[in-house]
């Protein structure tokens, strides 16, 4: 059974990096089949696809247009785990983050808990 | 970029009714949407992946349709557990998901 826990500071000052980690338990983040991703969840942009990484011979990151210039996803394979940072935050992104498995069809089939973070001074 | 329309986004409903939600895309996505369920402080859970396929340990109640641009999920015969939000999303190209429609008891 594959599992992921989400960890990383609740609270991040306005113009400062947002950074959280995946841990995952029960499959490899060098996979060959599916990708890893984040996800975010507020009020007012509902769900929010942020970006995936993922090992096809080689790494690949694909970003959501929205965060692009702002966001790195990295795998981390001596700890099985993958991050997500986030630059220069704003209030609007506060959210509770997501990380997942991508599987068929692009499909999220595994999910973390949410993880809360707050934008704020 | 590709946008998603769920409606209605609220539906009140009663245990063994037969409920639809449909999700329209803007552009054709082929077959890649998928339906999720989240229930309150809870991650949201894949209900059917590819416009149809059920999801491993998802209940038959549940079950997907549709093509190119217009796609529905329907619950044959609510349960009590079935009480949630439903969330289309398309991911055939920058994954996008719909807005949502909350589900409650009549």
């Known amino acids: 059974q594959v599992q992921l826990q989400p960890s990383g500071p609740e609270l991040v000052k306005p113009s400062q990096t947002l950074s959280l980690t995946c841990a995952i338990s029960?499959?490899?983040?060098?996979?060959?089949?599916?990708?890893w991703i984040w996800i975010r969840q507020s009020p007012s942009r509902g769900l929010e696809w942020l970006g995936r990484?993922?090992?096809?011979?080689?790494?690949?990151?694909e970003y959501a247009i929205s965060v692009k210039s702002r966001i790195t996803i990295n795998p981390d394979t001596s700890k099985n785990q993958f991050s997500l940072q986030l630059k220069s935050v704003t209030p609007e992104d506060t959210a509770v983050y997501f990380c997942g498995r991508e599987g068929l069809a692009a499909a999220v089939d595994v999910w973390g808990q949410g993880a809360l973070v707050t934008v704020s001074s | 970029d590709i946008q998603m329309t769920q409606s209605p986004s609220s539906l009140s409903a009663s245990v063994g009714d037969r409920v639809t939600i449909t999700c329209r895309a803007s552009?054709?996505?082929?077959?890649?949407l998928n339906w999720y369920q989240q229930k309150p402080g809870k991650a949201p859970e894949l209900l059917i992946y590819a416009v149809s396929s059920l999801q491993s340990g998802v209940p038959s109640r549940f079950s997907g349709s549709g093509s190119g641009t217009d796609f529905t999920l329907t619950i044959s015969s609510l349960q009590p557990e079935d009480f949630a939000t439903y969330y289309c999303q398309q991911s055939y190209s920058n994954p996008l998901f719909g807005q949502g429609t909350r589900l409650d008891i009549k």
């Open positions: 029960g499959d490899s983040v060098s996979s060959n089949i599916g990708a």
């Open positions: 552009q054709s996505i082929n077959s890649y």
């Open positions: 990484t993922y090992y096809r011979s080689k790494w690949y990151n």
